[in-house]
């Protein structure tokens, strides 16, 4: 007999541990000036590459939580997902079912949804579906995040949530008995995102370490660009390049953590220079929504560095082009049939990246 | 060969019937001063406890549809699911393969909703979701419910039904051959609801006979506390307290009804002698939205009876509290460590009420 | 190994064609003046009625891919799914396990959207749902629909969109590696209701040659209509008679269609007399919304033309009734009852055409 919700192992691990050491701590900062690169969930990391790590990932909270071995763990689980996802009768495909995944969603997110739904239901898992819980949900009527998470753990084995305030997921992690993945939550964090970033790089390129790494744009706002910065820093020789305009420029929570980390990083405003010597250019959207009436501020940073054929032309063979998604017309679509451009592979890599959680966090390793 | 439209026990019965005694009735009324105990789809209930009830359950309506019978042959089905659901590989995770439920809501309840998908997939059905039909559907073009129904009928096995207006499951399984149950009509009924409360009572103290229960808060516009009133009134040596402000009593049809059904009850101010008597304090939500414009009204009722640590300091060791959910603070957060604090149980054997009921109505006995 | 994104047939056809003739095209116009009768998702239809055609159906664009010989085999195909749909524990319940769907619905149609769902549900299919792409998603952020359908072919192995602007479909099958189906573009097309129209009139009449059919109501504005008139012609010796409020008749392109055809066709303003003389009365409802300020012409429109009793009094024993739902008094329900009441049965019909071309677009012939 397999019990469902208390052997599975993150629901075992979660309410067999005598301390939740998070539960007094205040709510969650996005400031990375003190890193915590063994935080709360990993107890006892392993170092050796191909081997498990000998303790249960309990939750997906925010990118803090994750060290090389973990990730390479990680990145080795996504890696046999991409075999299981092509086959459509491979056993693999079948090792989730009887499990129900909620995707619970305060605010709209249709490419992260789907995107995890996918996974679980690649893997032969079910979903329950919730697309605007703000709205439509007890929420409206003033319940608390927390009495939402214990009735929705009753119906689920793992929880998805997507939230418009910072530290949510934390508090609804440390309320549920069984797993939450934090899939955004407002300004705080995407952990899954950063982890398909580094995933990517890792795929593209073949290797993290030594990475050249160009972030262009709206790196003041973009959640997306710092927990990159943040998980690349972990890895040896890495070089940073900042390519944004004045009015959204790399805050210095980063660049101070960066160099701790010993991670060069130098800002530039000349993209072409810069995307000569990078392995990878990493794009982003100007988010138009933070700018409020200065509509003329807006507009002069969205055009000033756009990824086209000029700078392809400068571009390494080997290197690519990054994004996050959705792009406007920071990288013309002329630039999507150049193999270079890896950015719909990169969203695929999510697909990867989530199947190999889902699995990690209901089967374990 | 399993047919699957024609042969289900509940459309057999449903589409073989020769009368359909509702269709020239008047629309469903929520007074029960003329209580029906045996209604329409309850024809020959049976009296030994342990024995299937040689009926088909064709559609879950309204609670007079319930007698005791078959609330206890419903109650056993609902503790067989307990085990199912705990086990991923158990062979009743698969007994509803096969079978399609439309969730038809025309007014969002994701807590509702998320607990009948949940129930349909965790014996091995799929689901079919509307979350907004009344926005998004044919309805905002001006289309009759039977009509909707007529179409979903074809397209699923069974439908849930959650309506705006009061009497719309009735209509709805008047034109429906598939089984039809009522997640919510308006102001009118939640059968389901006031099962699993019933049935948690059962679980929770061990009987149904001879229960002191008291219920709490808003008596007057709460579908739940009357309901549970109605069916709790079918047990013997029951014995009910009414504890609410003034804004919000019961009313005097259900009162009536308990005095004829042979309940004893009282209205009474002092909510600590009331808990320190009962086996169940049901509290519930003050609900702002029957207030309008009278706030100060509201805010006076809402701080009135409050659920604490002082309260449970009263109750007996083997008295529970119970609330239908949401609750904002009429039960305070420090409850909720008490083993005695039921409502997240409660609402998990929802999940339980709603497997036996589909397994019922697709199954049979 | 069955591979599942590169070798399901239509995925194949679609990314190892050569030429994809209508990149260069301009966007699909609903003109139906220079019929296309050959279309680009058609090579070599054959000529043989029970023979598979051979060639791979790669998307459902527009009614003007499909030719007779396609329609005789989608309709074969369409009839088996009747007997599977029926039996639960049929095998063929079964053929589309691990294939997974994305309804893509930029505005919501819970009717189609619900319907393509049971047909994926119904053969053992996963579905990936958005009921409201438009508001919900990144286009809200000005994504373009070429970008959202590259990442979602990521997720999923078919998708199945709904759009406001005509073309819309034909630019998601242009870009996207896995079979795209039109569920409706705006004003544009809607395919598979075209298919479902002409596969009712086969199975309710029996035959498609020499059919006599009345199209009641707004011609002008109907897609639906006009969709029917253009597939219907394919077909020897049809004689069509449009009844229709002066203010939305139908226009010349499809008249002149019909004329170049061989189709005869005439307008007629007497309901009863028309009605006694066809196979098929199509009624459809007037569009309100496209009136707008002129409330009275629409209310004028509105009631000229009913099908009540005494339409039926006059109309032949084998006749039926169609409509394309939902339907608000045009059809009064008193007819309902009728056995020649063929529009429930219509609608059920689009659940047997869309399992037809789920199963031929994922697996083939």
Redesign the interface.
């Known amino acids: 007999?397999?019990?469902?919700?208390?052997t599975s192992p993150a629901s075992f691990a979660k309410t067999h541990k005598q301390i939740q050491p998070n539960k007094a701590l205040p709510l969650f900062s996005i400031s990375f000036s003190t890193p915590k690169c063994h935080a709360y969930t990993i107890k006892n990391p392993t170092t050796s590459l191909k081997a498990k790590p000998n303790f249960q990932l309990e939750d997906v909270i925010e990118s803090q939580q994750f060290d090389r071995d973990l990730l390479n763990g990680i990145f080795e689980v996504a890696q046999e997902m991409e075999a299981i996802?092509?086959?459509?009768?491979?056993p693999g495909?079948n090792m989730l079912?009887?499990?129900?995944m909620?995707t619970l969603f305060y605010e709209?997110?249709?490419?992260t949804r789907?995107?995890f739904?996918?996974a679980m239901?690649?893997l032969g898992g079910?979903v329950?579906?919730?697309?605007?819980?703000r709205?439509?949900?007890?929420a409206a009527?003033?319940?608390t995040l927390?009495?939402?998470i214990?009735?929705?753990e009753?119906?689920?084995d793992i929880i998805v949530l997507r939230h418009f305030e910072s530290g949510a997921a934390k508090r609804a992690a440390a309320t549920a008995k069984i797993p939450v993945i934090n899939a955004g939550d407002g300004p705080g964090q995407h952990p899954t995102q950063a982890l398909l970033d580094v995933y990517t790089i890792k795929r593209e390129i073949g290797r993290l370490n030594g990475i050249k790494l160009g972030l262009v744009g709206d790196l003041a706002n973009g959640r997306t660009v710092r927990s990159l910065a943040y998980l690349i820093a972990m890895y040896p020789d890495i070089k940073i390049y900042f390519v944004s305009p004045d009015v959204v420029k790399m805050k210095d929570d980063i660049k101070d953590y960066l160099t701790k980390s010993g991670v060069e990083w130098e800002e530039s405003s000349d993209l072409l220079e810069v995307a000569s010597k990078c392995d990878v250019v990493y794009q982003t959207?100007i988010q138009k929504e933070r700018f409020g009436e200065r509509i003329d501020l807006y507009e002069a940073a969205r055009g000033k560095y756009i990824v086209d054929k000029k700078v392809l032309e400068v571009m390494q063979k080997h290197a690519v082009v990054m994004h996050p998604?959705?792009?406007?017309d920071e990288i013309t679509?002329e630039v999507d049939d150049d193999p270079r451009a890896a950015y719909?592979r990169q969203?695929?890599n999510g697909?990867y990246i989530r199947m190999a959680l889902l699995k990690l966090l209901l089967l374990g390793w």
Chains 1, 2, 3 share one sequence.
């Open positions: 007999m397999a019990l469902r919700s208390f996802e092509k086959d459509v009768s491979s495909s079912k009887g499990y129900l909620a709209p997110s249709t490419r789907l995107s739904e996918s239901k690649r079910e329950l579906t919730t697309e605007n819980a709205e439509f949900s007890s009527k003033g319940e927390e009495d939402t214990r009735t929705v009753g119906y689920s959207r998604l959705p792009r406007l679509v719909f969203a695929k697909l």
